[in-house]
């Protein structure tokens, strides 16, 4: 009779695995890096950022372009002035067009341009019969801001640092997505965990059931202790349908996390291989934290942004000047060639100025504001910085404590098993009750339980130090 009972827990805890596709955490892992949104979208987010800084090394390159304003035809009616003052309607037909060819160069020291130019207009009055011809043969002149703030001085500080950022937060992502896809596998192990025991539990209590049905009708056993076992047998039904619900919905989660939308169902996940003890060193880790960490790219950036806004805000309400200034060629005629030919010099040089004279403290508030703005900055950045030396220090803790719960409750699920088997032994012999029996049979179910969990919470807090400290422990 025992050695039926035996084949019946084997075949029962075995029939699941025939049925079913195998995976590892690994194989998970490897679809994580492959296929899980948040790696894919810190990618996009580093491909941006490395597109800004080439869009800032091309804006410090020549740039040329052409202007076209062909044709640029009228036929109409519009007012005239005339030499008396008074105001005549004339018809007019006539056509202005245009083509301008041009070079800029950015200044990156200055934060001014310096240009190049070929201009040409042509003008027809229909009307008249008369065309003629305005053009630069050549102008070059510069563009310089006075008091202004550089932007292309704070892009050389700031763009490197939101790549560097990006790369280090596209790292990071990799190993925060392995970390929730960790987390939600084990999700998937112990909702199998729990239908395994409860199909296990079925099969033995049906036996069981059996068995204790022959001894009553002997008179053998109490219908009291019949009536238990069935309690026991329909309990075990119902975990098992809650379970088997349990497992479906960890295999969705996990599998939508993956990206993937076709859930299969009968997939058995495969408890990791057994661990090795790792030993580990709070400050190193604490200092590649402080090193891998996109945060601490994220605050320099910040500080910085800060002073160009400080700056920005005191050139906004303080002085302001243009200066503009162009030598080059420059004539008009009825001839296109004279034009070429024999132009004229042209010199223009224009400085703007505009400043404030009475602003009722504008400024004064405004460099206020940007200085508590930047002074937050300051405070953030120093709790958060002390936030993640503790962050990194209590899972590293944790991370020690779940290498030795493993090894205490496997060698406690080996005893419960152990006694378990004693237990049935006895109860088969009618030296315990089916209460005792009942006992070692939740303690190896609830150590077999916490077993798993003392796995999941290695493998958990080893992703989620991972995560903190950007790379392998």
């Known amino acids: 009779m025992k050695k039926k009972i035996y084949i019946l827990i084997l075949l029962v805890g075995t029939v699941h695995l025939c049925t079913s596709q195998s995976i590892t955490l690994d194989d998970i892992l490897q679809e994580t890096r492959e296929n899980a949104f948040p790696i894919t979208s810190a990618k996009n987010n580093l491909e941006v950022a490395d597109a800004r800084m080439k869009f800032y090394?091309?804006?410090?390159?020549?740039?040329?372009?052409?202007?076209?304003?062909?044709?640029?035809?009228?036929?109409?009616?519009?007012?005239v002035t005339q030499p008396d003052g008074s105001i005549a309607?004339?018809?007019i037909t006539q056509n202005n067009s245009s083509i301008s060819l041009f070079g800029n160069q950015n200044i990156a020291a200055t934060g001014g341009q310096i240009f190049a130019q070929t201009d040409l207009q042509r003008f027809d009055n229909f009307t008249s019969d008369t065309k003629q011809y305005n053009g630069v043969p050549f102008r070059i002149g510069f563009i310089q801001p006075l008091f202004a703030v550089n932007r292309f001085k704070w892009d050389k500080k700031i763009i490197p640092l939101v790549q560097e950022e990006a790369s280090l937060a596209y790292n990071i992502a990799i190993q925060d997505?392995?970390?929730r896809a960790t987390s939600l596998y084990f999700d998937v192990l112990l909702a199998q965990a729990n239908r395994d025991i409860a199909q296990t539990n079925k099969g033995v209590n049906e036996n069981l059931l059996e068995i204790t049905k022959e001894r009553l009708e002997l008179g053998k056993t109490s219908r009291d202790e019949f009536l238990q076992l069935q309690m026991s047998l329909k309990?075990?039904?119902l975990s098992e349908n809650q379970a088997n619900n349990e497992v479906t919905q960890?295999?969705?989660?996990?599998?939508?996390?993956l990206g993937k939308k076709d859930v299969m169902i009968s997939v058995n996940c495969l408890l990791p291989e057994q661990i090795k003890k790792t030993l580990i060193d709070s400050d190193e880790l604490v200092f590649r934290a402080n090193k891998n960490r996109p945060e601490l790219k994220r605050y320099e950036r910040e500080m910085l942004e800060g002073d160009r806004e400080l700056a920005n805000t005191k050139s906004q309400f303080g002085i302001n000047a243009n200066l503009f200034a162009s030598f080059g060629f420059a004539r008009g005629s009825t001839d296109i060639d004279e034009i070429y030919r024999n132009p004229f010099d042209e010199q223009q040089v224009r400085l703007n100025v505009s400043m404030p004279i009475v602003d009722w403290g504008q400024k004064r508030e405004a460099v206020k504001i940007a200085k508590i703005n930047k002074a937050n900055i300051q405070q953030r950045t120093i709790q958060e910085s002390l936030e993640l030396e503790n962050r990194v220090r209590t899972i590293a803790a944790q991370f020690i404590q779940a290498q030795s719960d493993i090894t205490l409750l496997d060698e406690i699920r080996e005893v419960a098993e152990e006694r378990f088997n004693i237990s049935n032994e006895r109860y088969m012999?009618?030296?315990?009750?089916?209460t005792d029996l009942t006992l070692a049979q939740r303690e190896k179910d609830q150590t077999y339980r916490q077993y798993i969990q003392a796995l999941n919470n290695y493998w958990s807090t080893y992703w989620e130090l991972r995560t903190l400290i950007g790379g392998d422990i």
């Open 89 to 91: 309607f004339q018809q």
């Open 429 to 434: 012999l009618g030296n315990i009750s089916i």
């Open 57 to 79: 090394k091309a804006e410090l390159k020549p740039s040329l372009g052409i202007d076209l304003l062909l044709p640029n035809f009228l036929n109409t009616s519009t007012q």
């Open 235 to 237: 309990n075990a039904i």
């Open 177 to 179: 997505a392995q970390w």
């Open 250 to 257: 960890a295999l969705r989660n996990l599998y939508t996390f």
